[in-house]
């Protein structure tokens, strides 16, 4: 069925039956003017992110299912980033008006097999017709303990991440590769773990955040994030490229592509692993990668050779 | 200065200094995953609103302030239809590659005028380019000593709205005329009611909200709103022609142009009026419209004609 035949009220309709899960905590769910839901802590962890076809995603590439399911994950990897446990979604969509109903329900579909790993309840948000392409917009609230902020980084920290990185830029390239001659909708997504992490990344919260002096999640590359680290905190940092985490997978993409899998790890964005600093004898399953200096920016190769380090990655609006 | 020199980064940067406010009950805001808010209730009423170039605003008609303004206000409109006190807000942003800074510092300029007069913190978002139009994307948190739903209405209670209904529909058709040969960016806003209604609504609370038994803003439209509080009710209602509050201004306008003004009031939306109801002894200085029912849904005339009406106004999709 055709949205224009479904309309908006029967598409909140719709969207509000397939939401039913975990509303323990929620007096007011999806069809008020807005929800009302409880908060247990005094202070709240929120968190909104957007994404845009054509910017963010492309539909040739991904499926709604996958694509609803990486909209919550990236929301879910901001309050991971914060300490925080993540608690109600909102979800405000731009849809084109030639959009099929059962588009929006499959990408429902991905949004709550994620939620429901994590139990949020969906409690609200917006739908409205987009004139150009698909627009998903999700605000995510959660409560913390601790709250870890980018700005406690200390000189002497190590730098850890919590997986391999560049695995989400690598599948990217593959996407775009095996795609280019495939139609709209048409597309049933390759199942190599490089694609998989693209399309469907899987933030996990740090277990043991005692200790952690600051944190955030990998969502525009190695580098330009950790650079974030060093400048909220006014601090530098080293990072030793044979530290670096990465996995088979890409060290033998690269290979037969004849590229670096560095260029992936240090540069690709969105792998929504967690970087963070923590004194030098911290125990955690986290890859050690480097330390926090007082001021230089270096990575430091096999050999021992140093190379300074800009913000490198993935920025909106730069050319 | 183009966006595409400022960067994602140094926009984040100009826009967290333009923010600085009330930050009392902040403890992470802008420049972090994600905000860090005092909650001082312990439920918290939440809202979404996504506003789309094209199918919500038009910037032939809108200058960048005045846009920003209403961005805010859509949401206020929705924390007051609750009963609740606004204190948080989340900005995000899919905005053109070849837009200049100065457009979103005079957009942000807009939201704070409002938001200085509500004293709510901005705390956070996201930014980023969009390929087609600019996409405001909003979330709106409050507090509420007691939430009032749609659903609360009371065969007997009657029908109440807060303000003259109709004036922002036909601000929208002045605008649409005056403004069809203008170019995009050059405008000046007219400055009549009408239009000024229409581009920067002014949402205020109930006053007094005890004994009120439902509750909405009238933003699609009466017959389309007080159709929601049917629905969920489970209750009809009875509205008199001639008790609903029209504008001198509306009515001249109208006149003029030979229409009836009442087909702005009844299907007009964006007035981000209140419509309530509440036993009909009630005391407020809001407009009594008419009674609800058991059942049947009717708009009667001055001479006691009947007729049913529909959930008619503005619906996304539906053509």
Redesign the interface.
């Known amino acids: 069925m055709l ?2 035949k ?4 029967g ?1 909140i309709k719709k969207l509000k039956k397939q939401c039913s899960g975990n509303m323990k905590d929620v ?2 769910g999806i ?10 802590k ?9 994404l ?5 995603f492309d539909l040739a590439f991904t499926t709604f299912f996958q694509l609803g399911y990486k909209f919550l994950a990236v929301n879910l ?3 991971f ?2 300490g ?1 446990k993540p608690e ?1 979604f ?6 084109p ?1 030639h959009f099929k109903t059962s588009y929006i329900e499959e990408l429902y579909e991905g949004l709550m097999k994620l939620s429901k790993k994590h139990a949020i309840s969906i ?11 698909l ?1 998903l ?1 999700g ?4 409560t ?1 303990g601790k ?1 870890i ?3 406690g980084a200390k000189a002497g920290d190590g730098i850890y991440v919590t997986g391999t990185l560049g695995d989400s830029a690598m599948g990217l390239q593959l996407l775009k590769k095996r795609n280019r001659k495939m139609n709209k909708f048409s597309f049933t997504s390759p199942s190599s773990m490089l694609t998989k992490k693209h399309l469907m990344p899987e933030p996990k919260p740090l277990k043991n955040t005692s200790g952690v002096t600051s944190m ?2 990998i969502s525009d590359g190695l580098l330009i994030d950790l650079n974030h680290i060093c400048e ?1 905190s006014n601090v530098g940092a080293v990072i030793y490229k044979d530290k670096i985490p990465v996995s088979r997978e890409l060290a033998e993409t690269a290979k037969k592509a004849g590229l670096d899998p560095l260029r992936f790890s240090l540069k690709g964005g969105e792998d929504y692993e967690l970087l963070f600093t923590a004194p030098p004898n911290y125990k955690t399953a986290a890859y050690k990668i480097g330390e926090i200096t007082k001021k230089d920016r270096l990575i430091i190769d096999k050999n021992g050779r140093e190379t300074r380090f800009k913000a490198e990655g993935y ?5």
Chains 1, 2 share one sequence.
């Open positions: 949205l224009s479904t309309g908006e009220f598409l007096s007011v069809g008020d003017d807005a929800a009302a839901v409880r908060i247990k005094d202070t709240a962890i929120v968190t909104s992110d957007m845009i076809e054509g910017v963010h990897s901001d309050i980033a914060m925080g109600y909102l979800v405000s969509l731009g849809i008006g409690v609200g948000g917006d739908t409205c017709r987009s004139k150009s392409g627009v917009s605000t995510l609230i959660g913390a709250i902020k980018r700005s955030l999640d909220e920025e909106h609006f730069k050319r």
